[in-house]
C-alpha cells in the first residue's frame, strides 16, 4: 500500500507553471494531469516522480504507513515518457535486462500481448515510433512498481495498441496509484480524479 | 563604509612604505619595489580562488543562490589580479632574468590558476540560461579547487625547476631584514582589504543586475 | 551494487560496440595522428623530452574525443532519464568511470606500441614506460570523466571539453610527461614517485567526483 503526498508543489521556469499544489493519492486511486501545452504537465509528474525537485513544498511517499528515503522512491516507480528514450542500439530484450535485470515468463507474455516478440531481439533504431512507445510501456509496466507516471501513454500507438494499455492499466489499478498526464479524454476518463494546469 | 576608509589609509600608508621608506634590496636594487606589489597580488588571486571554491561547496550543499554570486564575483577579481599577477611578474622577470617568460614553477602555477579561470568562464558562458548553470559551475570549481593544490604546490616540486627555490622563498632568504617584511605584510593587507571591498561590490552588482532582468 | 554496476557497464559495451563510435573515430585518430607525425618528423625526433611530449598529447586528445562522449550518448539520445530512473547516479558515474579507464588504457598501450613502431625511439626502461602509461590514462580518466558530463550537460560539443579539463589534468600531464622521459634515457631512475603523483592525483580527483557526481547528473 503506498500513498504519495505532494504538498504546496510551486514550479517556476520562465513562467509560474503551479504554486501550493497538493494531494494525495494511494494504491487504487488515479489522477490525472491535463493542460495544454507547456502548462507543465511533465514537469509535475517529474517532480511526483522525483526526479526533478520542486521550489517549494515537497512530495512525499509512504509505503505501508512508513516514510520512504528519497533516494529509494525510484524503486517504487514505473515510468514511460515521451523524453525518457530507451537505448536504440540495443534490442527490446536487453533494454529490459538493464532495467529489470531480468527478461522472466512475465516479460516474455507482455512482449506478446505487445505484439512485440517477433522483434524482441531487433535493435530499436529499426523500430517504428509506436513499437518504440510499446517498449516503453512495456518498461513501465514490467518494473511492477507501486506508482505508475504515463506521460501522453497513448502517444503513437493505434487503436489495437491503445486497446492493450487500457487493458493493462485496468489489470493493474488495484495493486498501483496511477499517474497520467496527457489530454487525450479517454485516457482522463479512465482516471477518477484529474487536475488541470493553465 | 568604514572598511573602505580603513583600506585607504593602509593603502596610502603602503604606497609611502613601498616607495620612500623602505631601502632597496640588497641585490635586486630598485626593482625589489615591485615585489610588495607582486606578492600581494597573487595571494589575492590564490585567496579568490578559494574563496570561489568554498562558496560553490556552500552553494552545493545549502542550494542558496547567493553562494553562488559570490563564487562568481569571486572569480572575476580572482581573474583581474592573476592577469595583473603575470604582468607584474613578467616585468620583474625580465628585469631579473633577462626575458618576460622563463618557465619557471611558480610562474607556470599561476599560469595555470588564470587558465582555470578562463576555463571557469568559457564555462559560464555557455551555460547561462540553462537551469543547471549553477550546479554546473559549482561543481566544475570544486574540481579545480581540488585539483589545484596539486598544480600549485605539488606538481612543481616533483620536477628539476630552473630555479633551486620557488621565487618567494628565494625572495625571503633575501629580505632578511625586517622593515621589508614589514612593508610586505601591510601590503598584503591593504590588497586582502581591497579584495574584501571589491567583492563586495561585485556582490551588489550582480544582485542589482539581477533584479534589473526580473523587472 | 555490482549487479547494477555491471548491467550498466554491459549496456555501454554493447552500445559502443554497435555505434562503433569509439572503436571507428577515438581509436583511429590516435592511430592516425601517430602515423602523420612519424610521417612529417621522418620518424626521427632526438629529445627523450620531446617524445615524452607528443605521445602525452596524442593520448590526450584521443581522449578528449572519448572522455566525454559516454555521456554527450546519454544527453543528445535523451536515455539520460532513462538511466536515472533506474540506477543512483553513483552507479552511473562508476560505470562510465570503469569505460573511460579501459579505454583510456587501450588507447595509451596502442599509441605506444605504434609509435614505437613508427618513431625510432629507443626505450630503456620498458616496464616502467608501461607502468607510468597506465597509471597517467588511469588519471586523465579520473580526472576528467566528471568534467566530460560538465561538458555534456553544458550542450557544448568540441572545445569546451578540452578547454575545461586541461588545466585541471596539466600537473599529471606534467608528471606523465618528465617521467616518462625518463624512460627513453639510459640512466637509471625511479619512476615510483610520479607513479604515486598520478594515482594520488586520481584517487583525490576520483574520489570528489562521486560526491559531485550526483549533484549535476540529475533534472534531465
Partial sequence: MVTVKASNLSKRYTRMLFRDMSFSVATGQSLAIAGPNGSGKSTLLKIIAGVMTPDSGNVAYWYNDKPVDTAYIRNYIGFAAPYINVYKYLTALENITFAIGTVDDDAVQLLDVLGLSPHSNTMLMFYSTGMIQRVKLALAFLKKASVLCLDEPGSNLDEQGKRVLFSLLEKVQPTTAIFIATNDAHELNFCKRSIVLD | ?215 | MIKALWRNIQKDILIEFRSRIIVSIVLSFSVIVTISIGFATGGIINSPLLHAAILWIIIFFSGMNTLSHVFFREIEESTALFGVIHYPAVVIYLSKLLINCCVMVVIAIMVIIIYVFVISVSVYHGIYLIAILIAGSLSLAFATTVIGAIAALAGARGGLFTILAFPVVLPLFTVAIQSTARCFEQQVFSPLSAIIFLLAFSMVLGMVSYLLFPYIWREF
Fill in chain 2, 1 to 215: 563604509m568604514i572598511v573602505i576608509l580603513l583600506n585607504g589609509i593602509v593603502m596610502m600608508l603602503s604606497l609611502y612604505l613601498i616607495y620612500i621608506w623602505v631601502p632597496p634590496a640588497a641585490i635586486l636594487g630598485e626593482t625589489s619595489r615591485i615585489v610588495y606589489l607582486h606578492v600581494p597580488l597573487a595571494w589575492v588571486s590564490c585567496l579568490a580562488f578559494a574563496v570561489a571554491g568554498i562558496a560553490s561547496l556552500s552553494f552545493l550543499k545549502k542550494s542558496k543562490i547567493n553562494y553562488i554570486v559570490y563564487a562568481r564575483s569571486s572569480a572575476h577579481i580572482g581573474l583581474f589580479f592573476s592577469i595583473l599577477t603575470v604582468i607584474t611578474g613578467s616585468l620583474w622577470a625580465k628585469v631579473m632574468w633577462g626575458s618576460y617568460w622563463n618557465w619557471d614553477p611558480r610562474e607556470t602555477s599561476i599560469t595555470l590558476l588564470l587558465l582555470l579561470y578562463i576555463a571557469y568562464f568559457s564555462l559560464q558562458q555557455i551555460v547561462s540560461g540553462n537551469p543547471k548553470a549553477p550546479m554546473l559551475e559549482s561543481v566544475y570549481l570544486i574540481i579545480a579547487f581540488v585539483a589545484s593544490p596539486f598544480l600549485i604546490f605539488v606538481a612543481p616540486r616533483l620536477y628539476p625547476t630552473l630555479h633551486p627555490e620557488p621565487v618567494i622563498n628565494a625572495q625571503g632568504q633575501l629580505m632578511l631584514d625586517t622593515e621589508m617584511r614589514l612593508v610586505l605584510a601591510i601590503s598584503l593587507v591593504s590588497f586582502t582589504l581591497l579584495y574584501y571591498i571589491l567583492l563586495g561590490l561585485w556582490v551588489r552588482i550582480y544582485v542589482l543586475k539581477s533584479k534589473l532582468h526580473e523587472e
